[in-house]
């Protein structure tokens, strides 16, 4: 056993077990792609884009069971609702995650859970009396039956801060970045590499009837491609099919789009963390067990950019977890411990130091700052 193993042994071992929560921050399932290419209306898709599929459910389903160890539920096995806390965005895909995961987590008594947070959470953000009234009678047997487009939670800095129609000033800042040296040669760059033909030809591909320039591609077309990529690999569908170079290239591309041209600005970082960090850090200090935050890869990657130097790419269905072991934090991606710029050796760290580092990222006013005061 080398030294830093030792060390985080020993540390593990001096923590003990009598308190321990999880703080979970999952990415709905697996859904249709965004923006459906003629290829895709013509011969793979009929739902809407965006919406979760039968393998998104399936996922959510599973990672609820994987959570069944924690200490949620009675002495017959039914989970306590009070021993869960609980975020979820109000679009489809979310919802419908959300569904999923409960009935993986309580497999014994999911219907009455589901229902009551229903009416605690989503009720208030409902707009159709019907497709809520289908929602209330239902078993949850056929989730993907359900009517689960009717909601809309405005304002939404929780879950959609990075959205222009959330924060009206990120669109000039979008603007000012995308206009700037350092972009515009990034953007050169990476057209410039020999990768770029290969997803030139499956852009192409992909719209028949279009014609396309190279020098008319930009870095959000690409990434519009590997969504498109993601969404239909993981449904088994054959296009696209780009070979293992290109697939790197267009992540690395979709890398600096996420991780910089999204996350490169306090202004990004307030209007994107603000809230979530505000339920991080009550939750830090709340008793419940498992407080969870249903969302968007957008939200992992705005979290991430702000606590550690890790960027991944974003799975459907991945999970950032914070773990509160007594007085220690300590975060996961996907089960591997990541390094974090909490504490001093970025492994473990107190609730205090964690909260102290997020506090920074919060903003007192984001009316103000997202220039809303202004439209209203």
Not at 250 to 267: A, G, P
Request: with cysteine.
């Amino acid at each position: 056993m080398n030294t830093q193993s030792a060390i985080i042994v020993f540390i593990l071992l001096s923590i003990g077990s009598c308190f321990q929560k999880s703080i979970l921050i999952t990415r709905h399932g697996a859904r249709s792609p965004k923006v459906y290419t003629e290829i895709d209306s013509t011969y793979y898709w009929t739902s809407q884009p965006e919406d979760l599929t039968e393998i998104g459910l399936q996922q959510h389903m599973s990672l609820g069971q994987s959570k069944n160890g924690f200490s949620i539920t009675d002495m017959n096995g039914n989970c306590i609702y009070e021993n869960l806390e609980i975020q979820a965005s109000t679009t489809q895909r979310v919802m419908m995650s959300t569904i999923g995961f409960l009935k993986g987590l309580c497999p014994n008594n999911y219907e009455v859970i589901i229902k009551r947070f229903f009416v605690e959470y989503y009720a208030q953000y409902s707009t159709n009396i019907e497709a809520w009234n289908q929602i209330m009678s239902s078993d949850f047997k056929n989730p993907l039956e359900l009517e689960l487009h009717y909601f809309e939670r405005p304002n939404d800095f929780l879950f959609h801060g990075h959205k222009k129609t959330v924060c009206p000033a990120i669109k000039d800042l979008k603007k000012k970045i995308e206009a700037s040296e350092y972009f515009k040669m990034k953007e050169e760059e990476f057209k410039n590499r020999q990768e770029f033909d290969e997803v030139f030809d499956i852009i192409k591909a992909a719209y028949p009837s279009k014609t396309f320039k190279k020098k008319s591609i930009t870095l959000s077309d690409i990434e519009d491609i590997f969504d498109d990529y993601q969404s239909n690999h993981i449904q088994g569908f054959l296009f696209p099919n780009p070979s293992e170079s290109a697939i790197n290239y267009m992540q690395e591309v979709v890398k600096f789009i996420r991780y910089y041209e999204d996350n490169c600005d306090s202004l990004e970082h307030f209007a994107q963390l603000t809230e979530p960090f505000k339920w991080i850090i009550s939750q830090l200090y709340s008793n419940t067990p498992l407080s969870w935050y249903s969302g968007h890869d957008t939200n992992q990657v705005a979290i991430l950019s702000a606590i550690s130097d890790f960027q991944p790419i974003i799975p459907f269905a991945s999970q950032l977890e914070i773990i509160v072991k007594n007085e220690t934090v300590m975060v996961f991606y996907n089960r591997i411990q990541i390094q974090t710029k909490f504490c001093s050796d970025g492994y473990f760290c107190s609730r205090d130091q964690a909260v102290n580092y997020l506090m920074q990222f919060i903003h007192p006013n984001l009316n103000q700052l997202c220039g809303l005061e202004l439209i209203y």
